[in-house]
Structures are given as C-alpha cells and as structure tokens.
C-alpha cells in the first residue's frame, strides 16, 4: 500500500486531505512543520508527499523538497507542493527544488486524486 506523507502547519487544511485520502489505499502520515516532516520521512519512507510551501519554522516545504531530492535513497519518493502563491516565480522555484507537481490552493479534492494516481499509478 502506498505512504502517504501529509504536511501542512494548518490543522484543518491536513484533515480534509486525510479525508479526502482515507477512502483510496494509502497508509497516511501528518506533519505540522517542515521539521517534523524530514524526521518522518526519514524514519517512514514514504512515497508521495503532499507538501505546504509557507511554513513557520527552520525548514519550509521547498527546503524539505530539495532536502528529500537531495537523498539518493528517496528517489523514487514523488513530491506534491500546495501553495496559495500561483505565480510563474513561485511555480519554477517549486521546480527548481525538485518537485514533481505545484497545486494551487484551493484544490479540488478531484484535482489532488488525479495528480496522485498520474504520480502513483500503481495506487
């Protein structure tokens, strides 16, 4: 079953992706902060993550992008950025950190599914 790593420091915005998520077959993880969100990847290993951009804290969601891209070990790993910024600047800096898709909040919840299944078919 594939992992599934959810990160936003907005507790409501992580509960509706759970929700949206719960039905398909993924084991789901959360992390509030970028932090919390290297030390489980690191110890979980997952195989998407669903990745807020504008964090507080010492890591935001382009640092732990570029962080997982940076580990040979997690190559295989898709990543997810969810911004409120739609810019072209901020779409190439999700990019250049390595990310595999940039969604725009709001997202419908139609809208991450489909990315999910284009990023892990097997799912």
Known sequence: MPRVLIVDDQPDIRRLIRM????????LQ???????ALAV????RPDLILLDVM????HDG???CASVRADPALAATRVVL??????????????????????TKPFSPLQLLETID????TA
């Open 20 to 27: 949206t998520l719960e039905e398909e077959p993924f084991e």
């Open 82 to 103: 969810l911004s409120a910024r739609a810019d072209g600047g901020d779409r190439e800096a999700g990019r250049a950190a390595g990310a595999d898709e940039y969604l």
């Open 41 to 44: 990847v690191a110890a979980w």
């Open 118 to 121: 284009r990023l892990l078919p």
């Open 62 to 64: 382009l640092q732990v």
């Open 55 to 58: 964090m507080p804290g010492r």
């Open 30 to 36: 959360e992390a509030a902060d970028g932090d919390e």
